[in-house]
Each structure stands twice: as C-alpha cells, then as structure tokens.
C-alpha cells in the first residue's frame, strides 16, 4: 500500500502541481517577469511528475524490495492483457495494449495463451462485448499464430480477474502486459494472489506528457510497444503539448 501511495502522491508532483495552480490562479496585473518564468518551470515541473519517470522508478524499486517475491527470468508462458474494456475514455490504452500483446509474442515464440481481463468496472453486456471485439482485433493482428486468446466474460476488474487466472497461472511466469500507470497496482495483485508477472507496460496515450516511451521504463523485457504505437504515441503527444503551449502563452502574454 506504501508504495501503491507513494505512486500516486509524490512529493514532487503534489509541489509543482500546487505551485503551477497558485501561480496560474494569480491575477495577471500582479504578475512579473519573475513570476512568468516560475510559472513556465512549474509547469515543466508538473509535466516531469507525471510524465510516467517517476512511476518508472517506483516500479524499478517494488522489482528490487525484498518483501516481495522477485519475478523469475522470461520465457514466459503466457501474456494476460489488463483494461481491453474500458469503454470509450480508455480506448487509446486497450489499442496500445493489444499492439504490445501482438509485439510480445511475435518476440517470445513460446507464448501461446493470451487472456483478457476487462478494467476495473461492474460487470455488463456491453464490457463482456468490448472484449470480444478486442479479442477480434487480436485475431486479426495475429493470423497464422498458433495463440489461444481467453476471454473472461463477467469480471468486474484485474483484481477478479486475477483470481480466476490464480489455478491456471500459479507459480508461472507469463508477461503482464498494461498501460504504465495500471502497472504498480496490477504487479502487487497477481503477486498477491501467487502468481510470477514479468511487467511489459504498453504506454498511455490519455495523459502524462511522453508516458510509455521506450526510455521510460526500466523493466526486464524493456517496452514490449511496436513502432506503430510509439508513432501514435509521439503524434498524440506532441499535439497536446502544442495545445497546452498555445493556452499557456495566451494566459501569460503581455496584454495588447
């Protein structure tokens, strides 16, 4: 749970995003020089903090904490792909995530079982049926793989999902294949529950400016993400990074 908080409320993220609020919420006619450039460095702060470096580096040290099991050395058997139905906000993450899953196993051979679990939600029609539209897209991606996709109708999460894989995955190695910021909380539950993830993020495109890059991520199997989702990734960032840019300039530019 320590580091599950510690993810989520860094110290860094909560002061640059108070000072980058406290700043941005000052009113224009006290503002100076000084205050612009203090703006513009919290700002590049709170991009930093939540760009995904920072959960990198918790996820490097949950790998090394010697209370919890270390995860054995790939070959893996299996791959389990987290949040495919997340409904249309996480779109973007259960796209990115079936293109790491296909990457994934045309890298490892042996991987032969992929198993779908939805996001955290209650169970419905529709989510059931979002997973077997993924499960389509999977198919088609991977034609001429010998690959068994499993589908897990009526899960309300990884976290039931999880133990419903516990039988079938107990003291196996198999790839764990989520969006970045999903990976901290996913790699205590399936240890939790007994079984060996080996963490392939796939990215994020719906925050964080840059999460999911290549460079980001020191895991064992490095990020498991083609250079179709990479490109996708860069063009969704660098769009945002120019909307907020123009919007930051709008509110500092000296008035006429």
Known sequence: MADILLFFATPSRVISLLLFLGLFLWPL?????????LLAAAFAL???????????LVLARLERDPA???????????????GVSGGPARADDARLGILAAVEAIRRHPGLRSVYLVPADGPASPE???????AAGLLRR?????????????????????F????????????LLVAAAYRMPRALLAARDLGGHPVP??????????SRGLRSLWPTPEGLLCSDLACRELCRYEAARLRRLARALWHRLRPPG
């Open 29 to 37: 006619k006290y503002r100076r020089r000084t205050a612009r450039l």
């Open 46 to 56: 709170f991009l930093l903090a939540g760009s995904g470096i920072l959960g990198g």
């Open 68 to 82: 919890l099991p270390a995860p054995p050395a790939p070959p893996a058997a299996a791959v389990v792909l987290l």
């Open 127 to 133: 989510r059931d049926l979002e997973l077997e539209a």
């Open 141 to 161: 991606l991977l034609a001429g793989e010998a690959v068994d996709i499993h589908l897990l109708p009526g899960c309300s999460g990884p976290v039931e999902g």
């Open 163 to 174: 133990r419903r894989l516990a039988p079938i995955l107990d003291h196996t190695s198999f």
């Open 200 to 209: 392939a993020p796939s990215g994020r495109l719906s925050g964080g400016a």
